[in-house]
């Protein structure tokens, strides 16, 4: 059907930074919101970021300033630009996507199996 793919998380010192990509595969129509969530040990998922296809962005008020997401809709691909990296972003790092498959009506939420993020003092 579809697959998330997820690439570039990593250790990182703080006040570096990382870029994070999602691309999406499969049997797809179309993707309205692609985004980034993340989860601390211990911590419900929050929204990170998040880009309509129509350019329309969305950030979580701890990373403003500091990361940026962007697509390319040609390649199915969403990315998230991480700076000024803190210890308190350490998560793990999951895409979402919107996507209306070939041949059915309706959208449904996708998700990246989550790549590690780890922010060192």
């Known amino acids: 059907q579809v697959q998330l793919v997820e690439s570039g998380g990593g250790l990182v010192q703080a006040g570096g930074s990382l870029r994070l990509s999602c691309a999406a595969s499969?049997?797809?129509?179309?993707?309205?919101?692609m985004g980034w969530y993340r989860q601390a040990p211990g911590k419900q998922r929050e929204l990170v970021a998040a880009?309509?296809?129509?350019?329309?962005?969305n950030y979580a008020d701890s990373v403003k300033g500091r990361f940026t997401i962007s697509r390319d809709n040609a390649k199915n691909t969403v990315y998230l630009q991480m700076n000024s990296l803190k210890p308190e972003d350490t998560a793990v790092y999951y895409c979402?996507?919107?996507?209306?498959?070939?041949?059915?009506?309706?959208?449904?939420?996708?998700w990246g199996q989550g790549t590690q993020v780890t922010v060192s003092s």
């Open positions: 880009a309509t296809s129509g350019g329309n962005t």
């Open positions: 499969g049997n797809i129509f179309s993707i309205n919101a």
């Open positions: 979402n996507a919107e996507i209306r498959l070939v041949g059915h009506f309706f959208r449904d939420i996708y």
